[in-house]
């Protein structure tokens, strides 16, 4: 028998002021666009933002309804604008952060396990590592340099060739 490991390292900050300017500002804009996220059952408000590689920012935010399964989260909302907007454009981060009127922001939250597939089969079509800025509308700020970090021995289209 055999024993396998994994452990990753990220790097955490106190606070936004400790970020670069261009992390800053990103993580600024997931926090300011929770604002306009759609829930008004679990009241949990996600904004997510990218920085695409052309230079453009693009944002997003959770959406819920009744049928409360079919909610869309914002990194899946901001993965789908992208495409959308500009098919095969590299994504260099993306910053989420969140609001609740139940909890305190206070710290960082990390993508769903649907949002890290989804976010990992973004990364490797692009052929690019997609750099993750974490936290919320206070606090700590984690930076994790590849999503491939977020979930080991994911699931991928070479397991179905």
Same mark, same amino acid.
């Given at each position: 028998m055999e024993q396998g490991n994994y452990s990753? /390292?990220?790097?955490?900050?106190?606070?936004?002021? /400790?970020l670069s300017e261009q992390d800053a500002l990103l993580l600024a804009t997931a926090r300011k666009v929770t604002e306009k996220a759609y829930a008004p059952y679990s009241?949990?408000?996600v904004g997510a933002a990218a920085l695409l590689e052309n230079g453009e920012t693009v944002s997003s935010t959770n959406q819920e309804n009744a049928s409360y399964p079919v909610g869309i989260c914002a990194e899946r909302v901001l993965l789908g604008t992208i495409?959308?907007?500009?098919?095969?454009?590299s994504i260099q981060a993306i910053a989420v952060s969140y609001n609740s009127e139940e909890i305190k922001s206070d710290h960082p939250i990390s993508p769903c396990g649907m949002c890290r597939q989804a976010l990992l089969e973004t990364e490797l079509v692009l052929k690019k590592p997609i750099r993750l800025i974490l936290g919320g509308q206070a606090g700590?700020?984690?930076v994790i340099n590849t999503v491939r970090?977020?979930?080991?021995?994911?699931f991928t289209g070479d397991e179905l060739s």
């Open positions: 990753f /390292q990220y790097d955490v900050y106190d606070d936004i002021s /400790q009241r949990f408000h495409s959308s907007l500009y098919p095969g454009t700590k700020v984690y970090s977020l979930l080991p021995l994911a």
